[in-house]
């Protein structure tokens, strides 16, 4: 116990300290933190009055209110709405170790977000990594406030801070669905600090990153900003709130694990049924509840783009629960809970990148596109794959994840109802959108998480079983995590 411990405590060490080797330390682009104007010239005509500097934005308190709201609604999204979820799903011997693994992971990646991932991913450096200005939340203070996507307009920092941080804990958290009821709890955990700092991390600063809009006065004010935005981000992805991010980036990771620790011993032979579905239905449900924080929160204020957000995250979802269940009733005769369910999470999962960017009508399409893709993916294509991804993360976050990246390229267009590409110098909607350039920039974000991810978690994984084990022995397996890892069972016989 004392031995892995050690080497736990160790390897995070080494994790953060490997993270933070060769990051520049820039300057921090909030809108509270810009340097100050040069200096007046000391022969201005004392008859000229001197000039009088705009007064810094403030945070809007209706904004701020609903950011917080939102906040909270994603850290329901988790514990409890994922760990109901995935509990359910799972056999009855494994439930609390799913509960435990998710209350930890989120946890241990909010205290991680705050002493290092909140800088790493969300200040200025390079193009695949952010500085240490914040490192410790050092330098934010009440009076902090951060951009958001409108001139003018900012929030504070700290509520900036905690709704990113629920984001990376969310995305950890699907990761364990994958390798359900076979992988230690001390691995899990280990892996999850190497993943977060050198996959999520960079993926949301390649994505997410821009020092906002407030400086953008002109093209070549336009192209110094950009410039020191994430690189997928300069090339103009559009992934409103986390489909490469969060969906892409957690389902491949899941899928790398499933076959490098391998299937659960019985797999195929014995029967592996999800224990209680009315857990994943209460699950399901409260993360279609938790994702209007997730989806509309992403605007980063309470106006319109956050309104249309919000009915697209209604709409899709609604669209997808139908889509799922026809096909499954098509194919199978009878529609099932356990296919609502699921036709709920894929449908959030494929308008989450697209949701301020698309219409109604076009949410509508996506939800019913990834209803029915997404049955195939934990279907043919699992089989086409051999893998034995227990809950489906692959079938449901990654295909869902993957057909919303890339319809959110078509439905942005405002010729199918889209909101376009906003222009910050003209201050208005480009005129000019080109579907199939965009596509082949969303094209060009899927390929780049699938690789960074698919690479980060295979030499994670490979690691941690070097030095402490990824797999539980098969007596502790057939068992029950709950007993063999945590002495502990969620129903008394």
């Not at 011997?93 to 989120?106: A, G, H, W």
């Not at 279609?288 to 309104?307: D, M, T």
């Not at 194919?331 to 099932?336: A, H, M, Q």
């Not at 057909?403 to 010729?415: E, M, N, R, V, W």
Request: proline share 4%; charged share 10%.
């Amino acid at each position: 116990m004392l031995t892995w411990m050690k080497r736990f405590v160790a390897g995070g060490t080494m994790a953060l300290a490997i993270g933070i080797t060769g990051i520049t330390v820039p300057q921090v682009a909030f809108a509270d933190d810009a340097k100050p104007a040069a200096a007046a010239p000391a022969a201005l005509s004392a008859a000229t009055p001197p000039a009088t500097a705009a007064p810094a934005p403030t945070p809007n308190k209706a904004d701020t209110a609903w950011m917080m709201v939102s906040t909270a609604l994603v850290l329901l999204m988790t514990v409890p709405g994922l760990a109901l979820f995935y509990g359910g799903l799972t056999r009855s011997k494994n439930v609390l170790s799913i509960l435990m693994q998710c209350l930890v992971i989120f946890s241990v990646i909010s205290v991680l977000w705050s002493i290092y991932g909140y800088s790493v991913a969300f200040t200025e450096g390079g193009a695949f990594f952010g500085g240490m200005d914040r490192l410790f939340l050092g330098g934010m203070t009440p009076d902090s406030n951060a951009a958001t996507f409108s001139k003018g307009v900012v929030i504070p920092e700290y509520v900036f801070m905690a709704f990113q941080a629920v984001f990376a804990t969310i995305t950890c958290c699907l990761i364990i669905g994958s390798f359900a009821e076979r992988a230690k709890f001390s691995a899990i955990l280990f892996f999850m600090i190497l993943w977060f700092t050198f996959s999520y991390l960079p993926i949301a600063h390649m994505v997410w990153f821009w020092p906002g809009p407030d400086d953008i006065k002109d093209a070549a004010s336009l192209d110094a900003i950009t410039a020191k935005a994430g690189w997928l981000w300069q090339k103009g992805i559009l992934d409103f709130a986390g489909g490469t991010v969060v969906h892409i980036n957690a389902a491949i990771a899941g899928l790398v694990g499933s076959f490098v620790i391998g299937k659960r011993i019985g797999y195929g032979k014995e029967a592996m049924k999800p224990h209680n579905l009315v857990y994943v239905m209460i699950g399901a449900s409260l993360l279609w509840f938790g994702w209007f924080g997730f989806n509309a929160g992403s605007a980063l204020e309470a106006n319109g783009s956050a309104a249309l957000a919000f009915v697209n995250t209604y709409l899709a979802t609604a669209a997808a629960i139908i889509g799922w269940s026809l096909a499954e009733w098509i194919s199978k005769g009878k529609p099932s809970m356990l296919g609502a369910a699921s036709g709920c999470v894929a449908g959030l999962v494929a308008i989450t990148p697209a949701a301020g960017f698309v219409g109604p009508m076009g949410a509508l399409i996506i939800g019913v596109l990834a209803g029915i893709i997404c049955l195939w993916g934990v279907t043919g294509l699992k089989k086409m794959l051999g893998s034995d991804d227990s809950l489906d993360v692959f079938g449901i976050h990654g295909v869902g994840g993957i057909l919303g990246a890339l319809l959110t390229g078509i439905f942005a267009a405002p010729s199918l109802g889209g909101t376009g590409i906003y222009d910050y110098v003209a201050n208005a909607v480009a005129p000019e959108y080109s579907i199939v350039s965009q596509l082949w920039i969303q094209s060009q974000g899927v390929i780049t998480t699938l690789i960074w991810s698919g690479v980060v978690s295979f030499i994670a994984f490979k690691l941690v079983d070097l030095m402490i084990g990824l797999r539980v022995n098969e007596e502790e397996e057939r068992e029950g995590l709950d007993i063999s890892s945590h002495s502990e069972e969620a129903y008394e016989i």
